[in-house]
């Protein structure tokens, strides 16, 4: 399959382990942000997202917490599972700008050991 | 089955040769936009589209072209004046009130 950031920073963990991914912003006047999960060869699936006026926001197994004072955005996944593994990116955005522009940051490779 | 969709998955051409990528979305969705990813790095945009007859240039356009007759396809060129065409080329949708963009399979391009 294909290859997708052959140098990214890599988390292993053991199934059933509970897994945080983070990420750093840039833009303290960004107001939306994205988490992507992306597998081999394949585009990048939406996992969650939060608005700047919150700091927590759970879904199915994910929880995305997000720090606006230091620009720190995580994504906890719950009893990884071997379908898991993949690149997982976030992605910040300016919202009320009149037109949506992500900015993506480089990925982390989550590796889940049966 | 909606969806975005990009063929073919895999594209070779010898350098010095246009090609033409594509994808349609059956979403309804407003915007359109490409996105350039190569081996450790984010995704980069190249150009956008909010309506139909109008694009904009993103961050890494030279060497890239587009066209947006039809509000579900938005086909990118890949022009022999792009000095690293070989790259994976996404490309998503949303609406243009919409928050998260949905993406399509991917082309993987190689230029040899």
């Known amino acids: ?114 | 089955d909606g969806g975005i969709t990009q063929s073919p998955k895999y594209l070779f051409r010898k350098e010095g040769q246009n090609v033409t990528l594509s994808c349609e979305q059956n979403l309804n969705h407003d915007a359109m936009y490409w996105y350039r990813q190569d081996p450790g790095q984010g995704l980069r945009l190249i150009y956008y589209s909010q309506i139909v007859n109008d694009f904009q240039k993103g961050d890494i356009a030279e060497g890239y072209s587009v066209s947006r007759e039809k509000k579900e396809s938005f086909p990118l060129t890949v022009t022999s004046a792009q000095k690293n065409p070989t790259a994976f080329y996404l490309c998503a949708s949303t609406t243009i009130t919409g928050s998260q963009q949905y993406f399509g399979p991917g082309t993987r391009l190689t230029v040899t």
């Not at chain 1, 199934?15 to 750093?24: K, Q």
């Not at chain 1, 690149?87 to 300016?94: Q, S």
């Not at chain 1, 949506?100 to 590796?111: A, D, E, I, P, S």
Request: net charge neutral; aromatic share 8%; with cysteine.
């Open chain 1, 1 to 114: 399959g294909e290859s997708v950031g052959l140098h990214l920073p890599t988390l292993s963990v053991q199934e059933g382990d509970n897994s945080i991914i983070n990420c750093a912003y840039s833009n303290s006047a960004s107001d939306y942000f994205i988490w992507y999960k992306q597998e081999s060869g394949k585009g990048p699936q939406f996992i969650i997202d939060i608005r700047s006026n919150m700091d927590k926001r759970q879904g199915q197994r994910v929880t995305v917490l997000l720090n606006k004072t230091v620009k720190h955005l995580s994504l906890q996944i719950a009893a990884t599972q071997p379908g898991d593994s993949a690149v997982y990116f976030c992605a910040e955005n300016m919202l009320g700008t009149g037109f949506q522009k992500l900015v993506f940051g480089t990925g982390t490779r989550l590796l889940v050991s049966p």
